[in-house]
Nanobody, 125 residues
Framework: QVHLIESGGGQVQTGGSLNLSCVVS????????MGWFRQAPEKEREFVAA????????HYADSVLGRFTISKDIAENTVYLRMNSLKPEDSAVYYC??????????????????WGQGTQVTVSS
């Protein structure tokens, strides 16, 4: 059984920073392609950032490019999302996703096998 546990959400002012973490438990011998998605109220879930199973390749949504950084600790089966220069439009529930069968960067939500419960990020103006 695989579980993803996110942490690090919270409330910050415009221009602030937050660090999100997501730990994968179970099947710890596997490497995972991992990603972050977000969903604001009354909007569809959208891709934010993704990292390949090795951690060598990353991809970002245009809206966060240059502000957010995704990284992966393979030994700890943990993925991080460093969010700088936060804007009110970044407010959403952020979800971690993982897949043990893909080695490449995955940007489509439907391709992920496992999901976390989400962590709220609120950016006030």
């Amino acid at each position: 059984q695989v579980h993803l546990i996110e942490s690090g959400g919270g409330q910050v002012q415009t221009g602030g920073s937050l660090n999100l973490s997501c730990v994968v438990s179970g099947r710890t011998s596997d490497s995972f392609a991992m990603g972050w998605f977000r969903q604001a109220p009354e909007k569809e879930r959208e891709f934010v950032a993704a990292v390949s199973w090795s951690g060598a390749s990353t991809h970002y949504a245009d809206s966060v490019l240059g502000r957010f950084t995704i990284s992966k600790d393979i030994a700890e089966n943990t993925v991080y999302l460093r969010m700088n220069s936060l804007k009110p439009e970044d407010s959403a529930v952020y979800y971690c996703a993982a897949d043990p069968y893909k080695t490449y960067v995955v940007i489509l939500a439907a391709e992920y096998a496992y999901w976390g419960q989400g962590t709220q990020v609120t950016v006030s103006s």
